[in-house]
């Protein structure tokens, strides 16, 4: 029996879609490294800020779990050196670094780089002070991701997709629907490309994620950058999708020659079910709100897309062009069937997915993961419309002219290509939520910090938000020069706007402990305001400071 090649005015257009799909993927990425996922929420002390005493660690809390990169964690001190100390720990979404005994006045420099749960890192700074603000120390070098990585990883992820269906279609095809009078050897041929590509995908993905989470150039990882992704949740995902494909390739080849049993077939369906957690395992579900739902419904969009493809990428390669009619016949609608059910399933599972991602409906306008997100909901519609007509003309006899159905696959297939190259920018993309949530913490996260020091004493200002036009909470901290808690007798304040033409303004400060008092003060126009705060500490010692606030 001779070879059934796919035909050449099939090939083309093939060839022509995975162009598509390349191109689309070099448009919709980003022009520069967009760092993702996780968002630094809160930092303690606050950044920005001016503290009387150093703390024994410093805390910053991000959105979601983190993991720190090594020796990428770091706090440099007023004196240029390194002022951390320990072993960076993680707590959830909690990262504490802990601070020499001995650190001295001035301001200090939090760097550092961690990955997110979703396998994306996340580098970023900020500075403190202790006592006064001083010079800024000088930052280490930045560790920027390389945009050929960025790009290399999105494409990596599009082939693994890509493999992915090619192995589904024809195995799905093969063992329940294809014509027992035609050849095998095309459709294995595409079957086993499938798990190369995956196979490639897999490892390439393993060696990129080295650089991309430590910052180094293509080829700058180290050994032990390579044990760190190894040892990582994406690591571990990725052997595990390994070992299935390499337990999938030697089960597969009894279901394909129709020696297969009810046994073989379970185990089958369970290691591809392992291998399609993998996937979400390492992406945006493993770090959303709720992970376990949303793996499962990642998992389930993965399968229901590669069954949805695969089979329409069969029928149009091999069935449509060489079963006979009435082969075809016995086989559309069987498919049509299994198209719907593997549509339905990419949809209830996508609007899951889109639901928890995104969060709100401000943020799919708001957020470029949304946008993009939009767009491919659009295509996808267009898809659907395509998917409709194809099953009118299962349904109006196409066995006998399968012309117009292969038409209508092809526009599917093309929809299909730019689709995955959508799904493979999201990857590379902040989720709508993250990025929402960002913006907020942000806007959140104004409160003015700052110290002013007397002869007497050094007063600890904090006012939240401390920006913005309107009412102002004021808490006020005493301390001796030497950092140690002052009792204060009497605590006076006053706002003042002269650029305005507004007089100083006395708002009550209550007393909370010997040294804390805290008020509020409406500051109802934008400028400079001048709150001047008098603290007398005896009966004859008495001395005033003024901070100048900026409201907007």
Not at 386 to 409: Q, S
Request: some cysteine; glycine content about 8%.
């Amino acid at each position: 029996m001779t070879d059934v090649k796919t035909p050449r005015s099939f090939v083309r257009p093939v060839r022509a879609l995975l162009a598509l799909a390349a191109f689309a993927l070099m448009v919709l990425l980003p022009g520069s490294p967009a760092y993702a996922h996780a968002a630094l929420l809160r930092t303690n002390p606050p950044a920005g800020s001016v503290v009387p005493k150093a703390p024994q660690e410093v805390q910053l809390t991000f959105s979601e779990p983190v993991t720190p990169v090594t020796d990428k964690i770091r706090i440099i001190g007023p004196d240029g050196e390194r002022a951390d100390r320990g072993t960076p720990t993680v707590d959830g979404n909690v990262l504490r670094i802990g601070l020499r005994d001995d650190a001295p006045r001035g301001t200090y420099l939090v760097s550092f780089r961690i990955v997110s749960a979703d396998s994306h890192p996340v580098p970023g700074g900020f500075t403190f002070s202790v006592g006064a603000p001083s010079a800024t120390p000088a930052a280490p070098a930045e560790d920027k991701v390389d945009p050929t990585i960025q790009t290399l990883i999105a494409i990596i992820k599009v082939i693994g997709y890509a493999g992915l269906v090619l192995i589904v279609g024809p195995v799905l095809v093969l063992a329940l629907l294809w014509p027992g009078r035609l050849d095998r050897r095309g459709p294995r041929r595409l079957m086993w490309a499938g798990f190369g590509l995956v196979a490639f995908a897999t490892l390439a993905g393993l060696y990129l994620q080295a650089p991309y989470t430590t910052g180094t150039s293509l080829f700058g990882a180290t050994a032990g950058d390579l044990g760190d992704v190894l040892g990582s949740q994406y690591g571990i995902a990725a052997l595990v999708r390994l070992a299935c494909l390499a337990v999938a390739a030697i089960l597969v080849r009894p279901l394909l020659a129709g020696r297969d049993g009810p046994v073989d077939r379970a185990l089958l369906l369970t290691v591809a079910g392992i291998g399609a957690l993998t996937w979400p395992l390492s992406g945006h579900p493993a770090a959303s709100p709720v992970p376990p739902v949303s793996v499962t419904v990642d998992a389930l969009h993965l399968a229901g897309a590669a069954v949805w493809l695969g089979g329409l990428l069969m029928l149009g390669a091999y069935l449509l062009r060489k079963a006979d009619a009435r082969e075809l016949g016995a086989i559309l609608p069987i498919w049509s069937r299994w198209a719907s059910l593997a549509v339905s399933t990419v949809l209830l599972a996508g609007v899951v997915s889109g639901l928890i991602q995104v969060g709100t409906p401000l943020a799919l306008v708001q957020t470029t993961y949304g946008r993009v997100l939009l767009v491919k909901v659009g295509l996808v519609a267009i898809a659907l419309i395509a998917a409709w007509l194809a099953r009118r003309h299962v349904l109006n006899g196409a066995a006998d002219a399968p012309k117009p159905l292969r038409r209508v696959v092809l526009v599917e297939l093309s929809v299909a290509a730019v689709v995955l190259a959508l799904t493979g920018a999201l990857t590379q993309t902040t989720p709508a939520r993250t990025a929402a949530e960002t913006a907020e913490s942000v806007a959140q996260q104004q409160l003015y910090s700052t110290a002013l020091s007397t002869k007497l004493y050094t007063l600890q200002v904090e006012i939240d938000p401390g920006n913005k036009v309107g009412d102002n909470l004021v808490h006020l901290y005493a301390y001796t020069p030497t950092g140690d808690p002052l009792p204060v007798l009497e605590w006076k304040a006053t706002a003042a706007l002269p650029s305005a033409g507004i007089e100083p303004i006395t708002f009550t400060v209550l007393k909370l402990t010997d040294n804390h008092a805290s008020g509020q003060v409406t500051l109802p126009t934008p400028g400079q305001w001048q709150l001047k705060f008098t603290l007398r500490t005896s009966e004859i010692d008495q001395a005033s400071v003024t901070a100048t606030v900026p409201i907007s």
